[in-house]
């Protein structure tokens, strides 16, 4: 799979025949370790977090980035004293990123 990249999202507003456009990054730099981080693992395990086996290249990172947004919440969530019990259960590359989000967060 292609190097990973923080995807972009474009905001359109129109008023009084003006039309406004901005485009940023999808994630913050502190959340984009750990969507690489998941996305890198979800692309390379055909079964870890989602089953891509029988996914092109294309069709993984379109699941792969669905399924993101999906547990989104849960990576993010912060347990008392480090990960929460549902994080333990990720595999140990997306355990070391949420860890190290925890910590720029702090």
Do not use: F, H
């Amino acid at each position: 799979m292609k190097k990973i990249k923080n995807p972009l999202v474009a905001d359109i507003k129109r008023s009084n025949g003006d039309i406004e456009i901005s485009i940023a990054k999808k994630y913050s730099e502190k959340e984009e370790a750990m969507y690489k981080s998941y996305m890198s693992v979800c692309a390379m395990d055909d079964k870890a977090l989602i089953d891509t086996a029988e996914m092109g290249d294309k069709e993984t990172y379109a699941a792969c980035s669905t399924q993101y947004e999906k547990m989104r919440a849960m990576m993010n969530e912060v347990g008392e004293g480090g990960l929460t019990e549902k994080q333990k259960q990720l595999p140990a590359a997306l355990q070391k990123a949420i860890l190290e989000k925890m910590k720029k967060d702090a």
